[in-house]
């Protein structure tokens, strides 16, 4: 990452997460470089050209000088999650089947308690139900029923429709969304819905001023008050986040840009600006750091990873077993269910900027989930934080270095965080500054630690199956301290940590996604021809999903001939209530012996994330949804081979630290300086501009040729 001539920069992936922004910058050696800066809630494609200047100057280089040269570019923010968490959204407006018109208002019972606490879901101490994104005044309810079999048992009424139409037109709304029951088996009422929507716009001449968005045309899949939730934020969060998403690819351009920017989207892969799809990008800088974690552990031979990501507000886990990652159909995020695919994670609100509190009854600290995100805490007077954070905390205890932070943008008064520490945390307490500080910090990484081993434990496996992968501005910081005393196969901290997530949507593919409820079984009463012909419709669903694909590329100026396809399904034993992700044996499905193929697959699947004895072949299956991935190619990143040297790197200095039970001299490395090869034995500091990477008296560190820092015992 150090300053080196004649670089042609070729890949671009920036990740605006809720306290800095993250630029990673690969050439075409792939070597890299990473770029911060706090992140501009009110305009992210602010702080995209300031962190690409920041990583851009490390090579003595310009955005001018170097954007035109680049062929790809990924863009991850946070934007539409705060514009959904802020509730300032558009102002929609909604038609759903008669008798649904309260959905909105009364939730269901199971996202009345998301984000709780478990003591707060027991004794039901705080409860409350979430201000609805819609008010109930712009919510209309239309008679005409579908069946759960696509039946239609009652008639759309039509008058209805354009009764709803008038008042939501007059009312000025900026869009509406349409979720009638069961139109994913059957989408004829919706579609008729949107005829007559069309023709209210037109005759009042607002073809352009109201987008409409259908639910059958969106998110075709089963759980009717999901799907109504994502397809109300499409209409609410995800259509005003294009401007967003459009200023910062106009930065871009501005800047001399011929690449296309794309973004990181729920499932795993990107997609365009453009895609009809846009909540599915709701949740994208965590994703990509287990994006990244799945291309890395292809690229070094890892099989079990687990990824553990800290920042400013968060800490995100995921697994990956066998190399991959989980999918989940129905996700919630913020405190909202969703009919969306999104990669199984965990994120538990405790990051570096997470406050810290003493419960003046229980004398207990009491850390997050609330966070002083890009203000960073009393340490930044300019922020205007007036809570101690977790970072305040490392920076009296000397693990920080005041003069460094963001590589010296940002300067944190040291004094002012001491004199807060003292009065909110140490002096309630009864303890010492530095005990105090000492004492939070110890509690919050073992609460880390319980939430890591814990995930492991509750998948049936040991952490002794899996490598712990470290990334994140924080998670150098806290490394040592959650892995201590746990058995991983290897802690591995990548040079690059700080920039992981943004590296993740580098290694993403160019990828749609979309899916169709099928809802089909395979029983073991079926005869050979039945099970044929069943597996079938499988296959004419997934010929219609890949012209969808091919559809959205075309948007992008991309052959559909280069487009390559992976074919899948959701399946579960016939009778149980959750399915699974499955990749088909082959692309075509057309007899008795391929519908067998696909059971053994998901038996295959099943037992890989439950215990074998779980298998219950004896109840059939059913074969949930047909899905279809499609991708082209893109330029990606490279991972470099350093050459190795003997000895140690020289300190830049020498300053106090404090430790497990006081000060301790300790030598302070610049993070470039150290090359593969290099072993450093704690007590150690390693000091880059994107982060810290503290190493304490009882474990050593070195670098490897791929430029990924290995966290060991000295012991061991």
């Not at 029951?181 to 073809?207: D, M, Q, T, W």
């Not at 997934?542 to 948007?555: N, Q």
Request: aromatic share 8%.
């Amino acid at each position: 990452m150090s300053a080196v001539p004649a670089r042609t920069p070729r890949v671009l992936a920036i990740d605006a997460g809720g306290t800095m922004t993250d630029t990673f910058i690969v050439d075409e050696t792939g070597r890299f470089v990473v770029g911060k800066s706090q992140t501009t809630p009110e305009d992210e494609s602010l702080g995209l050209m300031l962190s690409a200047d920041d990583a851009l100057r490390q090579w003595d280089l310009t955005k001018e000088d170097t954007f035109p040269g680049i062929r790809s570019g990924v863009f991850s923010g946070t934007a539409m999650l705060n514009r959904l968490l802020q509730r300032k959204g558009l102002d929609v407006g909604v038609i759903v089947t008669a008798g649904q018109e309260d959905s909105l208002q009364m939730e269901r019972g199971i996202q009345t308690y998301l984000g709780y606490s478990y003591a707060d879901r027991l004794h039901i101490a705080t409860h409350h139900h979430n201000p609805p994104l819609v008010p109930r005044d712009r919510v209309f309810g239309v008679r005409g029923r579908i069946d759960m079999f696509g039946s239609e048992v009652l008639p759309l009424r039509e008058e209805d429709v354009r009764e709803a139409a008038a008042a939501l037109l007059d009312a000025g709304v900026k869009g509406i969304c349409v979720s009638l029951l069961f139109c994913y088996r059957n989408p004829a009422h919706e579609a008729r819905v949107k005829e007559i929507l069309e023709e209210e716009k037109a005759a009042r001449g607002s073809n352009g001023d109201c987008p409409l968005f259908i639910s059958s045309e969106l998110y075709p899949s089963r759980r009717d008050f999901p799907r109504l939730n994502t397809t109300v934020i499409e209409g609410y969060a995800a259509e005003p986040s294009r401007g967003t998403l459009n200023a910062v690819r106009e930065k871009t351009k501005a800047a001399g840009a011929g690449f296309e920017l794309r973004v990181m989207a729920s499932h795993g892969g990107t997609i365009s600006i453009d895609a009809e799809q846009l909540a599915t990008t709701l949740v994208s800088g965590p994703i990509g750091g287990v994006v990244g974690a799945r291309w890395l552990a292809d690229q070094i031979g890892l099989h079990n990873v687990l990824c553990t990501d800290i920042g400013g507000t968060s800490f995100d886990i995921a697994l990956l077993v066998n190399k991959r990652y989980d999918v989940t159909s129905t996700p919630n995020v913020a405190k909202f269910m969703l009919n969306m695919p999104l990669v199984q994670m965990d994120s538990v609100g405790a990051g570096c900027g997470s406050y810290v509190r003493i419960d003046p009854n229980a004398r207990r600290p009491e850390i997050g989930p609330d966070s002083a995100g890009a203000a960073i805490g009393t340490a930044w007077p300019e922020g205007g934080v007036e809570t101690v954070s977790i970072t305040d905390l490392n920076l009296i205890l000397g693990r920080l270095n005041p003069d460094y932070f963001l590589g010296g943008q940002v300067t944190l008064d040291i004094e002012r965080a001491r004199a807060e520490v003292k009065r909110q945390v140490a002096d309630p307490l009864g303890l010492g500054l530095e005990e105090a500080a000492a004492g939070v910090v110890e509690l919050f990484e073992s609460q880390l630690r319980n939430e890591a081993v814990g995930r492991i434990l509750g998948k049936g496996y040991s952490p002794a199956d899996f490598t712990l992968l470290c990334y994140g501005g924080g998670g150098p910081l806290h490394v040592a301290g959650y892995t201590a005393g746990v058995p991983y196969q290897q802690v591995l901290i990548p040079e690059w940590a700080a920039g992981f997530s943004a590296f993740g949507c580098a290694c993403a593919e160019f990828e749609y996604r979309f899916d169709r409820q099928v809802d089909l079984p395979l029983l073991p009463s079926q005869s050979p021809e039945e099970r044929a012909g069943i597996v079938s419709m499988v296959s004419d669903a997934w010929r219609a999903l890949e012209e969808r694909v091919r559809g959205e590329f075309e948007k992008s100026g991309e052959d559909p001939s280069t487009v390559g396809f992976t074919h899948m399904v959701r399946m579960q034993y016939y009778g149980q209530l959750v399915d699974i992700e499955v990749d088909a044996p082959n692309s075509e499905l057309s007899s008795a012996e391929d519908a067998q193929a696909l059971c053994d697959t998901f038996e295959t699947t099943y037992q890989r994330m439950y215990a074998r004895a779980a298998s219950s072949p004896e109840l059939g299956y059913l074969v949930a949804q047909a899905i279809v991935k499609g991708s082209v190619p893109v330029e990606q990143p490279v991972l470099p081979t350093l050459e190795s040297e003997e000895g140690t790197p020289p300190s830049k200095e020498t300053r106090p630290v404090w430790w497990t039970d006081g000060w301790e001299d300790t030598p302070i490395y610049e993070m470039t300086d150290v090359r593969p090869g290099h072993e450093l034995e704690g007590p150690a500091i390693l000091e880059a501009e994107s982060t810290t990477f503290p190493i304490p008296p009882e474990r050593r560190a070195w670098l490897d040729d791929r430029g990924i820092f290995h966290l060991e015992n000295k012991e061991g």
